[in-house]
């Protein structure tokens, strides 16, 4: 091992020197603009639409990445029913167009899908590439062979089947609905998701940092092979370099090189402070430098303890973490980064330090915002195994597909410092099948091999050691769906086992609807095995924390036990956002879930300040509900508090006394009788002020104030705004029973994407420009166009005055 710290100027310099150099021997490009699309309807023959020659000057021109169902309209009757969106599936075909330079010829060409949903089969220039069935895996085909160079054009063509329904339990979406990239490579390089880096000894003043790089050599000839890696700050300076001794790789060949070096005073990647290396991986042979390849990571150092739970460098941390689906709302599957960067900003504001992919592996993007951002990820490969939980699900494919689909998992995602758990399977069928046992120890092995750093569990709804997955002996963590009322038993049960709660609360919620006496809980439905039959007129959920489903348990009654006992390392709420799909406990109209502490347009329910109040530092005063209701009516009200010891609360400035939590009480509550007027409620500490909320009884709609998430976005034809609609009364009161159908529009070279308002039962297609108001607010979202300057979005209403907001592209 060769070991050199560069801490001068002259270590940048040759960062950037480098970079100049390596500029043509790796080319990574987005392949995403400007694929021409066609929907099979049911009587097309698409026997020949892989042809180069095939006349498309007809289908539709579309960037990438695309969901088709999420354009199609709401329906019952859509194969994948209710449970799976109420949208429809089918059959499409992608293809594209492109030239390469004849620089290029003698180099290696691979194209890489980060997913596509689902059964993808891929031709280029008419040679048939292969199928893919996994809706949610990456991966990556090699085109040199079939390629063209110069004046003649390539033709990819994507088939893509999601016509056999239903294949979920939620929401999948269909099409290309991840990013697609090309990569151009000399035939000696680093390997796809080659490179695997550890760091298994941390002190204050060094780390250890382990490097494997895997190379290709394919020439048709030996070639010589040195590979030098330089491991860069995250303030861009290099700390570490090795150098390997050099090997003759044979045609065809693929070598691992394996080496450590230390850094010196490293900076720890933690939840607060998450801090990013990078290793730059240069192939030379000699004396030419055939490729550079850049792997991202963090050092740090975590552990499970039976006892005390888990520990991030050092120190004890409570996982308090929310499941989250892929699907974006309005926008459905197709991945866009701003789009799941707030979500994840919503998340964080809220106290939440770790995301679960449930159930299956997310876009790219996902891991690297948990990354930067700071969120312990539990990565999640399958949903189901051999034994299938509706008609065309994976199971499926599962014999000929599950070993390459969970290498390919676990290589892509290896290196991100965020990873902490990989999460093999969630409630498996075959908990209750002795097949589970080799199963689980198949699957665990095949982690293991690729990756013994990090526990593996599952999400187990059978909490029970009949279990045939936690009989295996093959999870380090034991993983526990709900059940709530027996986790203070595990360590009799499992004892020296290390406990998480991988699935946690569903409770059901409406946001802005209210069923009192709030202290009286609704199990809805109250059975999983039996049609519901109860419920609200107009499917609604009560948004008080007192309804949920049997299976699951309260906010306060999950929390509680979480917050009290050490060894208890953890949580993930079920969900984080409301998602499409599984509209539980309710079927049609409704679309979609009401399990979220956030909807589905981004808005916050009334428990997201439940645990803003526990989980975050920022001082939280919320009172709830709304203050319009029928003259003398009970009205509760709650209030959830943090950083006091009491809360009073006025009604028109007479005082309905003060207030505190007892021990394991998360709120406080009033019962009072309505008049209109005025709460306001002031929580103290030690006799000072702390926070303070007023709300008033609204008028009649008078207006519409429209707030944008941020005043500037990137103008790369990507970004996104994300604006709200409010309706107000004269005095700027939000409004809280309004339901006003609101118009927007746009001037500008900006585009209208999608619409919503948190509504699950909302048929209105998110491809609309229009949207009722529910309960007050709805949400336009904005796309940004290629060009700098500013749009002008405007909401309108009838009887309202118009509104607008200015968006500025830079």
């Known amino acids: 091992m060769r070991f050199i710290v560069f801490l001068s100027l002259f270590s940048v310099l040759l960062i950037s020197s480098c970079t100049q150099k390596e500029e043509n021997v790796r080319v990574v490009r987005k392949f995403t603009n400007h694929w021409k699309f ?97 809706g949610y895996i990456s991966f990556r085909y090699d085109l040199t062979p079939h390629l063209n160079f110069g004046d003649k054009e390539n033709v990819l063509a994507v088939k893509v089947d999601n016509s056999r329904q239903p294949n979920s339990r939620w929401y999948s979406g269909s099409g290309i609905y991840r990013n697609v990239w090309l990569t151009t490579v000399n035939p000696l390089y680093v390997d796809h998701w080659g490179t695997f880096i550890t760091t298994p000894h941390i002190e204050d003043d060094r780390a250890v940092v382990h490097i494997q790089s895997t190379v290709n050599n394919d020439f048709d000839q030996p070639v010589a092979c040195t590979v030098i890696t330089q491991v860069v700050s995250p303030e861009g300076v290099v700390v570490a370099q090795t150098e390997s001794a050099d090997k003759e790789l044979l045609p065809n060949q693929k070598i691992t090189f394996s080496d450590s070096v230390e850094v010196p005073h490293p900076v720890l990647w933690d939840l607060n402070q998450p801090k990013i290396y990078t290793a730059i991986t240069r192939v030379w042979s000699n004396g030419h430098l055939m490729d550079q390849y850049r792997t991202k990571f963090g050092i740090r150092n975590f552990y499970f303890d039976a006892e005390k739970g888990f520990f991030l460098n050092g120190r004890p941390v409570k996982i308090k973490g929310v499941c989250l689906h892929h699907d974006l709302g309005a926008l459905g599957s197709a991945f866009n980064r701003r789009a799941m960067e707030r979500q994840l900003q919503i998340m964080q504001k809220m106290g939440v330090n770790a995301i679960r992919t449930s159930h299956n592996p997310p876009a790219p993007e996902v891991l690297q915002l948990c990354d930067s951002m700071g969120f312990i990820v539990m990565d999640e490969a399958f949903d189901m195994w051999a034994i299938a939980k509706v008609k065309y699900d994976y199971s499926l494919y599962w014999e000929e597909w599950h070993q390459q689909d969970l290498r390919d998992f676990i290589r892509r995602d290896r290196n991100h410092p965020s990873v902490m758990i990989w999460s093999i399977g969630n409630e498996i069928m075959e908990q209750w099948d002795s097949s589970g046992v080799e199963l689980t120890r198949e699957l665990a092995a095949i982690v293991r091999k690729l990756d013994p750093t990090r526990p593996i569990t599952t999400g187990n709804n059978e909490p029970s050691p009949r279990n045939y997955l936690i009989q295996s002996g093959a999870l380090d963590l034991i993983g526990i769906n709900y059940h709530h009322e027996g986790w203070t038993d595990f360590p009799k049960i499992y004892p020296g086992q290390k406990f998480i709660a991988t699935e946690t609360n569903s409770s059901l919620h409406t946001r802005g609807h209210y069923d009192m006496p709030s202290d009286s809980v609704r199990i809805w439905p109250t059975r999983w095995d039996v049609p519901f039959e109860g419920g609200n007129p107009g499917n609604t959920c009560s948004a008080y924390d007192n309804c ?44 979609s879930s009401y399990f979220g502490l956030v909807d589905l347009a981004g808005f916050p329910k009334d428990a997201y300040y439940f645990y803003k109040s526990e989980w975050s530092e920022d001082t939280v005063l919320h ?45 406080v509550m009033w019962r009072v009788p309505f008049v209109p007027g005025t709460l306001r409620a002031v929580s103290r500490k030690n006799g000072q002020t702390v926070a303070e909320k007023i709300i008033h009884t609204a008028g009649q709609p008078a207006r519409i104030h429209l707030t944008c998430d941020r005043e500037v976005i990137r103008a790369d034809g990507e970004d996104l705004a994300f604006v709200t609609a409010t309706v107000t009364d004269k005095d700027g009161n939000p409004v809280p029973d309004a339901n006003n159908l609101i118009k927007f529009s746009l001037n500008g070279e900006a585009s209208i994407v999608a619409t919503d308002n948190g509504d699950q039962t909302c048929l209105t297609s998110f491809q609309s420009h229009q949207r009722k108001a529910f309960h007050g607010k709805c949400l336009a979202i904005v796309r940004a166009g290629t060009k700098k300057g500013s749009v002008l979005l405007k909401a309108a209403s009838e009887g309202l005055p118009e509104s607008t907001v200015r968006i500025e592209m830079k």
Not at 570 to 576: D, K, P, S
Not at 629 to 657: I, R
């Open 38 to 134: 066609n929907l099979l309807d049911s009587l097309e023959n698409d026997s020949g639409y892989y042809r180069p020659d095939l006349d498309d000057s007809k289908w539709r021109v579309l960037n990438l990445p695309h969901d088709w169902s999420i354009e199609g309209t709401f329906s019952p009757d859509h194969p994948a029913d209710v449970g799976g969106g109420a949208l429809p599936g089918g059959i499409g075909w992608y293809r594209k167009t492109f030239l390469l330079s004849e620089k290029d010829r003698g180099k290696k060409v691979f194209i890489d899908f980060d997913g596509v949903y689902m059964n993808s089969e891929v031709w280029i220039n008419g040679h048939y590439l292969g199928k893919r069935p996994y």
């Open 548 to 591: 949920r489903t049997p299976w699951g348990s309260t906010h306060a009654d999950t929390w509680r036990l979480i917050k009290k006992y050490d060894f208890l390392s953890g949580m993930f709420i079920w969900t984080g956002f409301d998602y499409l799909g599984e509209p539980t406990p309710y079927k049609w109209p409704s679309r």
């Open 623 to 667: 009172v709830f509900p709304h203050w319009n209701w029928e003259d003398g009516q009970m009205v509760d009200v709650w209030a959830y508090y943090n950083h006091a010891d009491e809360v009073e609360l006025f009604l028109n400035d007479k005082s309905l006394g003060s207030k505190s939590k007892s021990d394991e009480q998360f709120h």
